[in-house]
T-cell receptor, first 112, second 116 residues
């Protein structure tokens, strides 16, 4: 079965720096990959989706890359702010509107 | 536009009791999903509805769980009888069908279920 690994359970960085989170998967590549943000006591909030034929996607201070050869996605937050502190989840989808498979998440803390 | 809503936000029941969770998807979304996160684990898929039909129920843990979506609008997830291992946070998500928006799932806030 598919296994998803997110680089670390927790990542602490200084405000203003770029946060880089990693999502690695085994076996077959997904049709698309999504990144979600989750705050304590809340549901996941969709951030970005990247398809298998796309290399990079950007949205404001967020950037995601997708390398199907390495079986890896990188998620970057530039000019990080304390308000970016949250758990970030990557999720893989294999067909349109199908179930998605989540990684365990990385808890990001941005210190002032 | 209202997001996905779930009720109740919290439920505490005793082992052997019955609990029913409700999810109201975003209006017009044909696809509705149930997921669950148990303590210390990742969010896992339970079930997928397309309108009122069960498209994929491969994640349902056992026959104590019953999901319905009568009329293709809101959905309920009933656990009967509840066991200790059913404790966790149950999330509902929805997405539209068709090109463009078919892959993005929007999640509700979750229902935290505690079975004592």
């Amino acid at each position: 079965s598919q296994k998803i690994e997110q680089n670390s359970e927790a990542l602490n960085i200084q405000e203003g720096k770029t946060a880089t989170l990693t999502c690695n998967y085994t076996n077959y590549s997904p049709a698309y990959l999504q990144w979600y943000r989750q705050d304590p006591g809340r549901g996941p909030v969709f951030l970005l989706l990247i398809r298998e034929n796309e290399k990079e996607k950007r949205k404001e201070r967020l950037k995601v890359t997708f390398d199907t050869t390495l079986k890896q996605s990188l998620f970057h937050i530039t000019a990080s702010q304390p308000a970016d502190s949250a758990t970030y989840l990557c999720a893989l989808g294999y067909s349109s509107a199908s179930k998605i498979i989540f990684g365990s998440g990385t808890r990001l803390s941005i210190r002032p | 536009e209202a997001g996905v809503t779930q009720f109740p936000s919290h439920s505490v029941i005793e082992k052997g009791q019955t609990v029913t969770l409700r999810c109201d998807p975003i209006s017009g979304h044909d696809n509705l999903y149930w997921y669950r996160r148990v303590m210390g684990k990742e969010i896992k898929f339970l079930l997928h509805f397309v309108k009122e039909s069960k498209q994929d129920e491969s994640g349902m843990p056992n026959n104590r769980f019953l999901a319905e979506r009568t009329g293709g609008t809101y959905s309920t997830l009933k656990v009967q009888p509840a066991e200790l291992e059913d404790s966790g946070v149950y999330f509902c998500a929805s997405c539209s069908s068709g090109t463009g928006g078919a892959d993005t799932q929007y999640f509700g806030p979750g229902t935290r279920l505690t079975v004592l």
